[in-house]
């Protein structure tokens, strides 16, 4: 009925935008389709199925928050941890907590890679022994081309590459993976753990071993260094909307260029993710970070945080380039737009909290 009913509107909204000058059309354009989601929004909030075809008719920018305007945020504040207003709890571990032998084996290294960075990600990688890693099991490439670039003839040259440092745990990945579905790598994977790598990042095997140790003690948390967390702040006068502040970080999440995840994580959002939620991300190219902490917050039960930090995990980067997506599609005011977006299309599901622990390892 809701769908009819939508068909039957359009007709006369065009008639409307033909009327109007060219700005504001596009304000017009932009206030329907805000009106179309708010009213699936709030049937599922109310408990209804949501209807995410919805997503096909609108961008991120949808949800990129009012700056200027008289509804702009005046005043935001942070997420707080539930039912505490301190602050974290450090938890020292050594390096022999967990004996070796108990570890060995159990990461696969699955690296995002386009054509741009991959031979200098592979050579980083041999410089840094990666091979030699006794925690690693195997090193996944999934990768991708741009658009008018040949999939095929990457992964062609991708393996002369590998063929000429002679690696024996390195493999690519069948199949051809938007950014939506980067971690339905999961699939190919038999590791209870998986270090997601974006192909500008690596961590050498001793930064791996800090990871492990604390994943051992918090299993179905994104584990990540200091240098990926993030904040999420929810303006409390003038509007409720989500934030994604650039200073003050408390632990909310872990990007995931560069973080340890739980396999079966990346198995849960190939399960639970719609498939226009991740069709979206696909063409948004963002988000997908995000929606994989905010899916690590809901499993989460009633503690409702998605990650754990673990401080002095050094990071390797090399140069982004200018095909960095930071550049071209994740400018602050959209990742402050991916915050309220998946807000949107999943309001029972818990903004994530500031993780309770912090863990330090001697």
């Not at 949808?62 to 702009?72: A, I, L, M, S």
Request: net charge positive; proline share 5%; hydrophobic share 40%.
């Amino acid at each position: 009925m809701l769908a009819r009913a939508k068909q039957a509107c359009w007709p006369l909204r065009i008639m409307l935008l033909a009327l109007l000058s060219g700005t504001t059309a596009l304000l017009l354009l932009r206030m329907l389709r805000r009106r179309t989601w708010n009213g699936l929004r709030q049937a599922a909030a109310a408990g209804g199925d949501h209807d995410f075809s919805a997503l096909r008719t609108v961008t991120l920018d949808q949800w990129v928050p009012d700056y200027t305007g008289p509804g702009r945020c005046r005043f935001a504040s942070h997420i707080r941890r539930k039912g505490s207003t301190g602050g974290s709890t450090t938890l020292t571990l050594g390096m022999n907590d967990t004996a070796i032998h108990d570890l060995q084996g159990s990461v696969t290294v699955a690296v995002r890679m386009g054509p741009f960075r991959a031979l200098r990600w592979i050579m980083s990688c041999v410089k840094a022994r990666l091979e030699d890693c006794s925690f690693v099991r195997e090193i996944v490439l999934d990768v991708w081309t741009p658009p008018g670039k040949s999939l095929e003839a990457f992964r062609n040259e991708l393996h002369n590459h590998l063929r000429k440092v002679n690696t024996t745990k390195a493999r690519i990945l069948p199949g051809d993976r938007g950014l939506g579905e980067r971690y339905f790598v999961g699939e190919h994977i038999q590791t209870p753990f998986t270090l997601v790598l974006d192909d500008d990042k690596l961590l050498h095997c001793a930064e791996i071993h800090k990871l492990l140790l604390a994943a051992q003690r918090f299993p179905q948390r994104i584990i990540g260094p200091v240098k990926v967390r993030r904040s999420i702040h929810k303006c409390v006068i003038g509007s409720d909307t989500l934030l994604y502040p650039t200073e003050r970080q408390e632990d909310n999440m872990a990007l995931t260029s560069a973080a340890l995840v739980p396999t079966s994580l990346m198995d849960a959002y190939r399960r639970l993710i719609p498939r226009p939620v991740i069709d979206f991300i696909n063409g948004e190219l963002n988000c997908e970070d995000v929606c994989f902490n905010w899916l690590a917050a809901h499993l989460n039960g009633d503690e409702e945080e998605a990650c754990v930090i673990v401080e002095d995990v050094e990071v390797k980067e090399g140069p982004q380039g200018n095909d960095a997506l930071t550049k071209s599609h994740n400018s602050w005011g959209r990742r402050n737009a991916c915050l309220n977006f998946l807000r949107d299309v999943f309001p029972q599901w818990p903004i994530p909290r500031p993780s309770s622990f912090r863990v330090r390892i001697e």
